[in-house]
T-cell receptor
Framework: NAGVTQTPKFQVLKTGQSMTLQCAQD?????MYWYRQDPGMGLRLIYYSASEGTTDKGEVPNGYNVSRLNKREFSLRLESAAPSQTSVYFC?????????FGPGTRLTVL | GQQVMQIPQYQHVQEGEDFTTYCNSS?????IQWYKQRPGGHPVFLIQLVKSGEVKKQKRLTFQFGEAKKNSSLHITATQTTDVGTYFCAGSVNDYKLSFGAGTTVTVRA
């Protein structure tokens, strides 16, 4: 059981570039989440998917899009990266009331 | 929207001393969860509290959920260097979404 995996681990983008962060879980969980973590601000929910085929906005969705490709995979896309999107991004899945987090992607936008 | 406030933001503790971190919500919660994030790591689930006035212990950690289900605390006794990290509380008002506090970052002086 790998749990929740994320790729890439690190990424540097220039302003205006696009990229997709990948997330997969092998625990057969229905719900998946994308958070961003910035110093002093905790974890803020970007988007979530309560079940396969559904996605909903969280607290800070602007500048992001998501795709729940299947039950295992939930991707996060930045269409036109901005320096304000420099952050650590965590994917999580929900099992038995507990959220299981991936190792994170550290993104820097120059 | 729901807000979860956590204090203090930083806690510098002498090894062997006790400390408490507090979590307050603007709304009544269905449950509250606590997570620990080691430096450079990802959040890891510690515990969930569901009942009004509930108290749970994990070795040197004591978790409480307030009677009104709007506040919680984490008390650590005899702090050790292994306690270093950031402790997050996260409140839930529905089945899918958690609202995270900003976290308490703990450093320990040996």
């Amino acid at each position: 059981n790998a749990g929740v995996t994320q790729t890439p681990k690190f990424q540097v983008l220039k302003t205006g570039q696009s990229m997709t962060l990948q997330c997969a879980q092998d625990m057969n969980h229905n719900s998946m989440y994308w958070y961003r973590q910035d110093p002093g601000m905790g974890l803020r929910l970007i988007y979530y998917s309560a079940s396969e085929g559904t996605t909903d906005k969280g607290e800070v969705p602007n500048g992001y899009n998501v795709s729940r490709l299947n039950k295992r995979e939930f991707s996060l896309r930045l269409e036109s990266a901005a320096p304000s999107q420099t952050s650590v991004y965590f994917c999580a899945s929900l099992g038995l009331d507990t959220q299981y987090f991936g190792p994170g992607t550290r993104l820097t936008v120059l | 929207g729901q807000q979860v406030m956590q204090i203090p933001q930083y806690q510098h503790v002498q090894e062997g001393e006790d400390f408490t971190t507090y979590c307050n919500s603007s709304t009544t919660l269905s449950n509250i969860q606590w997570y620990k994030q080691r430096p450079g790591g990802h959040p890891v689930f510690l515990i969930q509290l569901v009942k009004s006035g509930e108290v749970k212990k994990q070795k040197r950690l004591t978790f409480q959920f307030g009677e009104a289900k709007k506040n919680s605390s984490l008390h650590i006794t005899a702090t050790q260097t292994t306690d270093v990290g950031t402790y997050f509380c996260a409140g839930s008002v529905n089945d899918y979404k958690l609202s995270f506090g900003a976290g308490t970052t703990v450093t320990v002086r040996a």
